[in-house]
């Protein structure tokens, strides 16, 4: 957004924000956009005075527990019963988890924590038997944190809730919502393309048609946006396009794009872009 807004990628000032005061922030207007691991939902969508821009990661919850307490790959909800569940609060997390317990018969003690860190610390402890959040963290903290001396198994294999993730920011501000949406969108675009932070420059030398457009050349959009025509180009030499970026971040912690539903639409995913034109 950095680079696309204002051409530097480097001027951008991040705020960590737990679970439950990340939203507050948004309607403040202390930060712009809210990003990394938020759940777009009906409620968070209409009272909470957010919008929601295009879901870059399609995540779903799951759970983690010891091989040792008796659980596998193949373990379902109802096997949790008699446990202690630890979460964060002010998630949808520690929603869907009451809910599925309860449709599947599982009687559980939910203890809700602030952070991240309080969670992984009490189930490294024994102090719970499960934890649950969106797999992708699941994986992150089991590749991070798992102790030599346990094995961490994460289950169901289809997940229990869908929680697409992607930019928020305050409601109504259609101009920056469209900022926002369209920096993804030329991400998706320009990997689509094949289009990366090493060949966009040669690329954008010759491009015609969409990319052309995107790297800011004959028939852009961009400065009827507000932005410069060299917006997307920037974005893509100075970040990466949405492939990149994935792989960057992700493909360190064991999470591939490919057989997943956040493979392009072209290799029968969910990552689809409109039309740059
Ligand atoms: N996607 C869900 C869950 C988000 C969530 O649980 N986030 C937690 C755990 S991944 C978090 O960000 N914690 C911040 C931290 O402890 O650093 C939501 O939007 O409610």
């Not at 569940?85 to 317990?101: L, R």
């Not at 229990?160 to 900022?179: C, F, M, R, V």
Request: net charge negative.
């Amino acid at each position: 957004m950095a680079a696309a807004v204002l051409g530097d990628a480097g001027a951008v000032h991040f705020v960590a924000l737990t679970a439950t005061a990340r939203f507050t922030a948004v309607q403040t207007g202390d930060v712009d956009v809210l990003m990394r691991n938020t759940t777009w939902t009906q409620s968070r969508d209409s009272s909470v005075g957010m919008d929601f821009g295009p879901t870059t990661y399609y995540d779903g919850q799951q759970l983690m527990a010891r091989v040792s307490d008796g659980f596998s790959g193949s373990s379902q909800v109802a096997d949790i019963d008699g446990s202690v569940v630890c979460t964060n609060v002010g998630t949808t997390t520690e929603k869907n988890i009451a809910e599925a317990a309860l449709l599947a018969g599982a009687e559980i003690k939910l203890l809700g924590f602030e952070t991240s860190d309080e969670v992984y610390e009490t189930f490294i402890a024994g102090g719970c038997d499960i934890t649950t959040t969106d797999g992708s963290a699941l994986v992150g903290r089991k590749a991070k944190q798992m102790p030599a001396d346990q094995e961490w198994v994460i289950f169901p294999a289809t997940p229990i809730s869908k929680e697409p993730l992607g930019p928020t920011y305050g409601q109504n501000d259609s101009a920056w919502a469209d900022a926002v949406n369209w920096t993804v969108y030329a991400m998706i675009i320009m990997d689509e393309y094949g289009v990366t932070s090493a060949n966009v420059d040669a690329t954008c030398a010759t491009a015609e048609a969409e990319v052309a457009r995107l790297c800011g050349g004959d028939g852009e959009l961009q400065t009827a946006m507000g932005l410069s025509a060299d917006a997307f180009h920037q974005v893509i030499k100075q970040v990466g396009s949405y492939g990149e970026v994935y792989d960057r971040n992700l493909n360190p912690v064991g999470l591939y794009r490919e057989g997943s539903a956040n493979a392009g639409w072209l290799d029968g995913g969910l990552i689809y872009s409109p039309p740059a034109r």
